[in-house]
């Protein structure tokens, strides 16, 4: 989906009225896995071995799956707010200097989704706050506001990602060592390339087995296959496995770089 519905925008206009933030990791999702991961490890580190089940608000989960759920948010959290960092550190090969443009101002704050526009709860209810009191009164007046608040998605973002570093390995990224820095980057490549690789393994399911039931109707194994290939193609060319393959070569290439900046 992440790649999906970019590409089915299709509006032209330079300015788009619909302010739509398309990420798939952002402070709103990421905030409520590290919230569900919080929530997921007590109740299995509370659960007795013996037992099966757990309870979350009336929904039983196996006890064995919550420590499942805790490696894939794990490999999720790690892999945005890794992104995040390695963005930073990639702006200034000086680590000295790049550790210095990591410092900002921490901004803890719950995340909302308004129709797409990503922002932090209190600058929204600030909004809500000056429409209220008159002080944004047009309609112009109202669009610009949302424009601004959706303009300074990656200001706001990092200001949050302060303080889910902190939250997280108990250290902002301004108060980490040059070790500790060169940790949450290994991190970051070894878990995209893991997701990577965990989603390029789903994928493949989609060219063997019974996904091929239907093709070449009339034939045996051989035309079968054939009738498959033409219509969905293989799995090393297709396009979505090339890109995911493109993808962890060059998140490889990136974190090797920053980790040699970093004298690692």
């Keep these: 989906d992440g790649d999906k519905w970019p590409a089915r925008d299709r509006r032209s ?3 788009k009225l619909d302010l739509i933030n398309f990420a798939v990791f952002s402070p ?12 997921i490890t ?12 757990v309870n979350y608000n009336g929904i039983s989960i196996k006890r064995l799956m919550c420590r499942t759920a805790k490696k894939h948010y794990e490999i999720g959290i790690k892999i945005y707010l890794g992104s995040l960092l390695a963005s930073r550190l990639e702006a200034n090969a000086n680590p000295a200097e790049a550790l210095a443009a990591v410092k900002a101002v921490p901004q803890d704050d719950e995340w909302v989704d308004l129709l797409g526009l990503l922002a932090p709860r209190p600058e929204v209810e600030s909004l809500c706050d000056s429409v209220e009191s008159g002080k944004i009164k047009t309609l112009a007046d ?9 303009n300074a ?8 990602a302060q303080a889910a570093w902190k939250d997280w390995t108990g250290k902002s990224p301004a108060e980490m060592t040059p070790e500790e820095l060169a ?5 970051w490549r070894d878990a995209a390339v893991k997701l990577n690789n965990m989603i390029l393994g789903d994928a493949e399911k989609e060219f063997v087995g019974q996904t091929r039931l239907g093709f070449g109707i009339d034939g045996d194994d051989a035309v079968r296959d054939l009738d498959f290939t033409a219509v969905r193609g293989t799995f090393e060319g297709n396009k979505f496995v090339k890109q995911l393959n493109q993808e ?3 998140v ?3 974190a090797e770089a920053i980790l040699k900046s970093l004298g690692k």
Excluded: C, F, N
């Excluded at 709103?28 to 929530?39: A, D, F």
């Excluded at 109740?43 to 007795?48: K, N, Q, R, S």
């Excluded at 109202?142 to 959706?150: C, D, S, V």
């Excluded at 998605?153 to 949050?160: N, S």
């Design 252 to 254: 490889k290439q990136r």
């Design 142 to 150: 109202l669009e610009a506001a949302l424009r601004k608040l959706h």
């Design 28 to 39: 709103l999702t990421i905030g409520r896995m590290m919230k569900g991961l919080k929530e």
């Design 248 to 250: 962890s070569i060059e």
């Design 183 to 187: 940790k949450a980057i290994a991190d």
């Design 42 to 53: 007590a109740l299995y580190e509370a659960a007795p071995r013996e037992q099966d089940y």
């Design 13 to 15: 206009d330079p300015e």
């Design 153 to 160: 998605y990656g200001e706001y973002e990092w200001r949050w």
